[in-house]
């Protein structure tokens, strides 16, 4: 540190003089050699204005240590600097001012500059100077020659940022010049984008292997391999900096040994700019506890299966730890991260999953899980014939339950709560099928502690037909079946090809098959009781690239695409890398699909893209935003929006999952309908959408009685 062998520091302090005269007294750094001198000579520049943009009449002054010096000026402000010798703050002050100013012993740094891919290096260079207890000053570099460049800086430990014209800044952390030789920070290749820089709170000695991961958001279908992340070690206090990164969005974590130790922080850079992290990340504690279910065995006779999730801000889980519960419901847990996690309690033999959401802090010690054991009886029918198979019910909360029903459909076991369940069947027959219904069914405890009769009655429609190449062959292939955007089905077909799905509500479904690198596209098809034969073709799909761009043409990173529609029947994701490529995976005979872009601190994008070629689509997003607000009790259900000359989406389309915002959306300024659901009729409604402006939508009468 600097006071180890000088002292330093600006004070500064406001005293009645002469309006047209600046008192300075300079006191004399504790380095015993400097201090045998007289004193030291200022260089002092009248500014221009109060801010000193610009200077005039440059001159030197001699300054004896401890005595006054009276500066006359007529200036509107004095910029005060130091030439040989002794280092100090540049010092701005006004006539009438008196001032105190320390010094210390000077040192220099000096550094040579590259121009990024080949760009000639700027022809000014500022260096801003911090430390323990120096207040923070910025100096001019001085070009000796070629691209080397000289900085004057006070000696002892510093932290320095160098501002290299609107190339990104660089940071030096804990550079220790003296006065006797200049210390070289080395050549350093200047970089175009955006910086982020933050700080890890945390012990040195627990900042050892400690790394810092800067991820480009991705969507569920995302290459990995295009979304590698930019990996570094923090300093010695914990700073870290990642420069040259593309505008876009992204993911920060720190990890130790490959496991997360803090949080994952989201991020958007939208212009090449220096982007903190506020609040520093802080290394959370190691907590031990107990985690106890009750009752201690599962209605099956053995232990529980339990697994300790640790949530994060995107849609999906981290298992941090997983065993089994002993005779008496005890499964220890040892030294996890505190944070927010997930505990499961599963009993594979009765198809129990208990679900409980924890905030782990140092002061826990025991979790309890208690797991409500109903009776529940019942049957799966499809008209008058029981369905044979696996029925399972499934909580808001994430809990479910599974029970296989017999010949006549008929089940029995154990409920964990009363409520409201959402069904799913998977008929027990030659080809896997599973059937996701619309139906759910509610759940009471009986007074007299009797079983709970459910009754599940299915639709008598059915689907069945045969997937086939371009050759004839028949294919091993996934069959989903789609209505209105939501699937309802799915079923594996058997080796020659064919399939059949039973429980389905006769109407309009949109179909279609797929195996890892072909796809048949979606058909439009009828569901009857007894229906005709369908035929599916598959094809090898085909990959489309693109890029997503700012309007100034950089590349964004991060940018979350949603896709559908046309020859698609579900809906896809991917996102852009740093060089702000992606890639859509469509049928072979896809013409257009409709996209939704979703870059935080950007407009949202809803468009729609040609797909007919391999030429690549451009997507440049804009900049202007104006704000969609939704008066909405709860969704879902969904209202949808489409801009003008374009295609109704589901809202739920628009929601970014790393920034959840309640029904608010940035759109880009521009005329949208809003109707209940995916058809334009009464009663939609027109609105538009400024630059800078809010919209409020009451959607409450839509979907309310």
Known sequence: MLTAHLLLAVVLAQAATDSESLSIQLLPPRDVKLSAQSGATLIVEECLDAECR?????????????????????????????????????????????????????????????????????????????????????????????????????????????????FVPHYFWGVAPTAAAPESLGKLRLRRGASIIGRIVAAERDLRDLRVHLVPKAGRTSDSAEREPLIIAPNHRGTFQFVGVSIGAYDVVVTRKDEPVTGRVSISATEPREYAIEPAFEMAAQVSFDILVSPPVAPSGKQWQIR????????????????????????????????????????????????????????????????DLISVRGEVVAGDHGVRGTLKLSYSDGSSLKFTTDDDGRFEGHATREGTWRVEVMPDREVIQLLRTRKSVEIKRRDDGAPVAIRIELPEGRLHGKVADEQGRPVTAFVYVNR?????????????????????????????????????????????????????????????????????????????????GGAIGDLRETSSNPQGGFSL???????????????????????RLDVRSSAAIDIILGRAIGKLLLTQRRVPPWPAIRPAGGELVPLRLLMDPSSFKALQFDLEPGVYTICPGLAVTPPCVDREIERGSEVTVDTRAWFEP
């Open 484 to 564: 209105a955007g939501r699937g309802l089905a799915s079923a594996k077909t058997a080796p020659d090809g064919t399939f059949e799905i039973i429980g389905l509500e006769p109407g309009p479904v949109s179909v279609e098959a797929n195996t890892r690198t072909e796809e048949s596209g979606a058909i439009e098809w009828e569901v009857e009781k007894e229906g005709r034969e369908l035929r599916l073709t598959v094809a090898s799909n085909r990959k489309v690239r693109g890029s997503v761009r700012s309007p100034e043409g950089a590349p964004i990173a991060g940018a979350l695409i949603r896709y559908f």
């Open 308 to 371: 300790l999730d640790r949530t994060r801000a995107e849609p999906h889980l981290e298992t941090v730890a997983k065993g089994q519960s002993d005779a008496s419901g005890v499964w220890t847990v040892d030294a996890v991260p505190e944070g927010r996690y997930l505990v499961s309690v599963d009993d594979p033999t009765s198809g129990i999953r208990q679900r409980k959401d924890l905030e782990l802090t140092a002061r826990t010690s025991v979790v309890h899980v208690p797991v």
């Open 54 to 166: 610009a200077t005039q009449h440059l001159r030197e002054v001699p300054v004896r240590w401890n005595e006054p010096l009276t500066l006359p000026s007529s200036a509107a402000a004095l910029r005060i600097s130091t030439v040989e010798g002794v280092w100090l703050a540049p010092t701005i002050a006004t006539p009438g001012q008196s001032l105190i100013l320390r010094s210390w012993p000077m040192a220099s740094v000096d550094v040579e500059l590259e121009g990024d891919r080949g760009e000639s290096a700027p022809s000014k260079v500022l260096l801003r100077v911090s430390g323990e207890d120096l207040p923070d000053a910025e100096v001019q570099c001085r070009q000796t020659e070629g691209q080397r460049w000289t900085c004057r800086v006070p000696a002892g430990r510093v932290d320095l940022r160098l501002q290299a014209g609107d």
């Open 585 to 607: 995976t469509v049928p072979k005979s896809a013409g257009y699909v409709s996209a939704v872009v979703l870059v935080p601190g950007f407009p949202v994008r809803i468009t």
